[in-house]
């Protein structure tokens, strides 16, 4: 709309109520600049709400002291939708009361002033009266209603200034700036007002528009960037799909070379023995043969010493060819193991990639919406600014371009924020195979610890609960803070502090926890019974409250907190026998209860589609299939046999060949700890290893690095993550 913008040329859906789909009526506009009637609002307004969301865009606002009646009229729209009134009304019945000799004659004009009808003769001598002088320049004639150069500024200067609210008598003449550009009498400068900051209206007015210029100019050196950032996503959409192809094929190359490798190690073997058993028995043939000879040449009473001298040799011959073959036997086993733990591998591989291309489409979707949002803003902000231009109404501006720059500001800031890491959505991260030979090899941890991470923290009283880290190598660190306060750290391997949240509790010696939900989200447990979920692209936590969550909540305590990335579940485990699944919006999915002889979930993992569960109110853990609710034990986990101690399960996780490893502590003499390691099956200990009594040890976790894979230690205090090489 330029400032001559004929009243054709406004788009009906700018005067369209998004709520009843009609012409607005006593149109009252939110701070992100979408209007609404009056009535709608209040009618999708909770009674007594403090905030609103805005239909549209979903922006939430808080409500004035006076709730949808304190919100600001737009007064342009509503003087446009009041003329097209008008002009409706005369199209449907010309012949109209006149205001002054209230003859039913066809209306002529209307005065804004006595806000009625004219006939002809009434409007000539309105016109030309002096008794009604100040009302000349608000009669408007009917035969200029169909003009196409009639403009939204003809129609401002129709309009006479706004009545008092204090004194509806009296027209306004200045504005009170400390009270938000409120219109006011001169009589009011005395009274309530007095004091304060008055402007008169056509200043304040441009000093308005100069801002508003100046709000409109930076905004449109953003416009290009706000509308290339949907074209930037739908590139690193195709970019994504295009990486994980391209990751799925080097894979599936990969497995076939290490398949075909494996294959022609098999018939190499297979070859070999027959060879050595070809050799073998022409050596004994060979043998036998010259003794027969000999032994031919003596007398008959030496044949029974040929043939037991023949069994001899024979049984010799036998046993190195069963040591051959069992030989053999087991390397061929070897060989279809590692086979076997490729395959594995491969698979896991591409759920890896699975995981990572949804997890990155659900950002990229996120990120898109956003984006549209943006843009639609973007499209509501300048026809706003166009219609204001257009007007040219002193009395208007005051009232709108202060909430018009507020909206651009707020604008350019979602802007800013959602168009951060936009770069590394298409990127996804993938170890390679690892070689067949290896399996033969049995994982461990490194005699020594590698190195000690210093968590960085403000000041004494500081301390380590749970830790987790993500694909990525990011480490995520949860603990107590002082002045009844958490901490929330990340940190990559070299202690680099990344970022890092306080968050109030009621109580810090409630249990806290924490597990990465996607590559940039962390869920947390905190207090007796809150949740949260801790975005790091805008470093904003998501915070519930248990018993707001999960209906019937029984009173329980929450003990830990696990993901299942794969389908962007959080569990939670408690002091009972439940476990409580969540979805990443905190909703509650389903109850599942722990089989019978469990007791409590003091920390729980996945596992191969089920749980493992430190259970420390009956000192075992357990591995538990998951069927929808129910569960029903797999094995339970052999305690370790260090030294006699009362041990009992601390904390589990697993490396990503499907080794478990559980920390287990000492209930007699704290702060003892060992560290055991299970065969992916949990049938038999492969390693155990004590930790140095110095170190208490509260949480552990793996992470892949590129000098491998580690294991994480948590430290208590002072808060220090111990690390060790998974060999």
């Known amino acids: 709309m330029a400032s001559a913008t004929p009243l054709k040329d406004i788009d009906e859906h700018f005067l369209q109520c998004c709520i009843c789909m009609e012409q607005l009526k006593e149109p009252k506009i939110l701070p992100c600049l979408h209007r609404y009637c009056r009535e709608c609002l209040k009618k999708f307004a909770k009674k007594g709400a403090k905030k609103i969301e805005c239909v549209t865009c979903r922006e939430k606002h808080t409500l004035p002291k006076d709730g949808i009646d304190g919100l600001k009229t737009d007064f342009n729209t509503k003087n446009i939708i009041e003329f097209i009134q008008l002009q409706d009304s005369v199209k449907v019945d010309p012949l109209r009361t006149c205001i002054h000799c209230k003859k039913k004659l066809k209306a002529s004009a209307f005065c804004f002033r006595c806000n009625d009808f004219l006939c002809k003769t009434c409007h000539e001598f309105h016109a030309s009266s002096s008794i009604v002088r100040d009302h000349h320049p608000h009669i408007f004639s009917l035969s200029e209603a169909e003009a196409a150069n009639l403009t939204i500024q003809k129609l401002s200067s129709l309009r006479e200034a706004p009545r008092c609210q204090a004194h509806p008598g009296k027209l306004s003449e200045l504005c009170c700036t400390t009270c938000d550009n409120l219109p006011i009498c001169v009589p009011c400068t005395y009274g309530k007002h007095q004091g304060h900051n008055l402007k008169e209206v056509a200043s304040l007015a441009e000093t308005q528009r100069e801002m508003l210029k100046a709000k409109v100019a930076d905004l449109m050196q953003y416009k290009k960037k706000a509308y290339q950032m949907q074209e930037e996503i739908r590139e690193t959409k195709g970019k994504l799909d295009q990486n994980v192809n391209k990751e799925e094929q080097k894979a599936q190359e990969q497995l076939d070379a290490e398949r075909e490798r494996i294959k022609k190690e098999i018939r190499n073997a297979e070859g070999e023995l027959k060879r050595k058993q070809a050799e073998l028995e022409g050596e004994v043939k060979a043998k036998t043969s010259t003794r027969k000879k000999d032994l031919e040449k003596k007398m008959k009473r030496l044949r029974e010493e040929y043939e037991l001298v023949c069994e001899d040799e024979r049984r010799e011959v036998e046993a190195s060819l069963r040591k051959l073959q069992e030989e053999n036997k087991r390397e061929t086993e070897r060989l279809q193991e590692g086979l076997c733990v490729l395959n594995n591998e491969i698979k896991e591989l ?378």
């Not at 759920?351 to 990572?356: E, G, R």
């Not at 709108?400 to 507020?406: A, E, M, Q």
């Not at 390691?677 to 170190?695: A, F, K, L, P």
């Open 350 to 727: 591409l759920t890896s990639l699975k995981t990572q291309k949804d997890e990155r489409a659900r950002e990229i979707e996120e990120l898109s919406v956003h984006f549209d949002g943006i843009v639609e803003r973007f499209e509501t902000v300048i026809k706003t600014v166009d219609c204001i231009r257009a007007a040219g109404n002193d009395w208007a501006d005051v009232q709108c371009i202060p909430d018009v720059c507020k909206a651009i500001d707020l604008l350019r800031e979602d802007g800013e924020k959602g168009s951060q890491g936009l770069e590394n959505l298409s990127a996804v991260k993938v170890r390679g195979l690892s070689p067949a030979v290896t399996v033969r090899r049995k994982a461990g941890m490194s005699e020594g610890m590698e190195s000690v991470i210093d968590v960085p923290s403000g000041m004494r009283g500081w301390g380590i609960s749970d830790i987790t880290a993500n694909k990525d190598g990011t480490i995520a660190v949860i603990g107590r803070a002082p002045r009844s306060q958490i901490h929330l750290t990340v940190i990559n391997m070299r202690g680099d502090l990344l970022q890092q949240k306080m968050i109030p509790v009621n109580n810090p010696f409630y249990t806290r926890k924490c597990s990465f939900l996607t590559q940039s989200q962390i869920a947390i447990k905190y207090d007796e019974d809150k949740l949260g979920i801790y975005d790091m692209r805008d470093q904003s936590p998501k915070l519930a409250t248990v018993r707001d969550v999960i209906i019937n909540w029984p009173s329980n305590q929450v003990w830990c907190v696990t993901t299942d990335p794969a389908n962007g579940n959080i569990i939670v485990g408690c002091n009972s026998r439940n476990v409580y699944v969540l979805n990443n919006q905190l909703k509650h999915i389903k109850t599942i209860t722990l089989p019978a002889g469990t007791k409590c979930a003091q920390d729980i993992a996945m596992h191969e589609g089920g749980l493992l569960v430190c259970d420390s109110i009956s000192r075992k853990a357990f591995a538990v299939t998951v069927h929808e609710t129910a569960c029903q034990v797999k094995y339970e986990f052999t305690k370790p046999t260090i030294g006699g101690g009362n041990w009992w399960p601390r904390s589990v996780c697993t490396d990503q060949n499907g080794y478990v490893y559980m920390l287990w502590r000492d209930g007699s003499r704290s702060p003892r700890s060992v560290i055991v390691q299970y065969s992916r099956d949990g049938g038999q200990i492969e390693m155990m290893r004590e930790v140095d009594g110095n170190h208490y040890i509260s949480s552990m976790t793996s992470v892949q690095t590129n000098q491998g894979e580690k294991l994480l230690l948590g430290k208590l205090k002072p808060p220090q993550i111990l690390v060790y090489g998974l060999v």
